[in-house]
């Protein structure tokens, strides 16, 4: 079945980085997108962005550029997520997701919990 | 950046009653790209809806979605005890997609 396994939670100091990954199963790696969503302690869903699977090219959404990085490991059908110069607002559940054309994110990670705390 | 408003807030319900959940656009939703996913505590969102009235894979028939340009409607049709949870709409029809809000479903 399709599968989307993420890392596991992470306690990080204000001004570390911090790298989660995403390995994809049950499906052609390359043949979907996959996107980032971030839902801070209590809140919403936030779309952080995606990153195009057969070339590497990712897009950010407005608010996650320049600390923010998609990246793949097509090898082994694992997407990461790095971020670096972390904040105490950057605590949050961070979930990537299949994007499926036509049809929205699906499936989706369990999600990894990011912890910016001194 | 299309706005999405989910009403209401939170919604009072018993299980077997009919729970109808609102998502409104600031513009017309592209195609109908509108999608609905469900979220309970601890557990990442699923999806429920696509293209505003697919049901994805595995989803019970007593959800159903509704509407289109800038109005849509999730309905849940006999609320059973695993339903309370939170429910977001996305449109993924424009970039940025967005999400609503959230509406969460509670017991009464």
């Known amino acids: 079945q399709v599968q989307l396994v993420q890392s596991g939670s992470e306690l990080k100091k204000p001004g570390a980085s911090v790298k989660v990954s995403c390995k994809a199963s049950?499906?052609?790696?390359?043949?979907?997108?996959m996107t980032w969503v971030r839902q801070a302690p209590g809140q919403g869903l936030e779309w952080m962005g995606w990153?195009?699977?057969?070339?590497?090219?990712?897009t950010y959404v407005q608010g996650f550029t320049g600390r923010f990085v998609f990246s793949l490991d097509t090898s082994v059908s694992t997407a990461y997520l790095q971020i670096s110069s972390l904040k105490a607002e950057d605590t949050a559940v961070y979930y990537c997701?299949?994007?499926?054309?036509?049809?929205?994110?699906?499936?989706w990670g369990q999600g990894t919990l990011v912890t910016v705390s001194s | 950046e299309i706005v999405l408003t989910q009403s209401p807030g939170t919604l009072s319900l018993s299980p077997g009653e009919r729970g109808t959940l609102s998502c409104r656009a600031s513009?017309?939703?592209?195609?109908?790209?509108l999608a609905w996913y469900q979220q309970k505590p601890g557990q990442a969102p699923r999806l429920l809806i696509y293209?505003?009235?697919s049901r994805a894979t595995g989803i019970p028939d007593r959800f159903s979605g509704s509407g289109s340009g800038t109005d849509f409607t999730l309905t849940i049709s006999r609320l059973e005890p695993e339903d309370f949870a939170v429910y977001y709409c996305?449109?993924?029809?424009?970039?940025?997609?967005?999400f609503g809000q959230g509406t969460k479903v509670e017991i009464k």
């Open positions: 293209g505003a009235s």
């Open positions: 049950g499906y052609a790696f390359t043949n979907y997108a």
């Open positions: 513009q017309s939703v592209t195609s109908s790209y």
């Open positions: 997701a299949r994007v499926a054309p036509a049809v929205g994110f699906d499936p």
């Open positions: 990153i195009n699977t057969n070339t590497g090219n990712p």
């Open positions: 996305q449109q993924y029809g424009s970039s940025p997609y967005t």
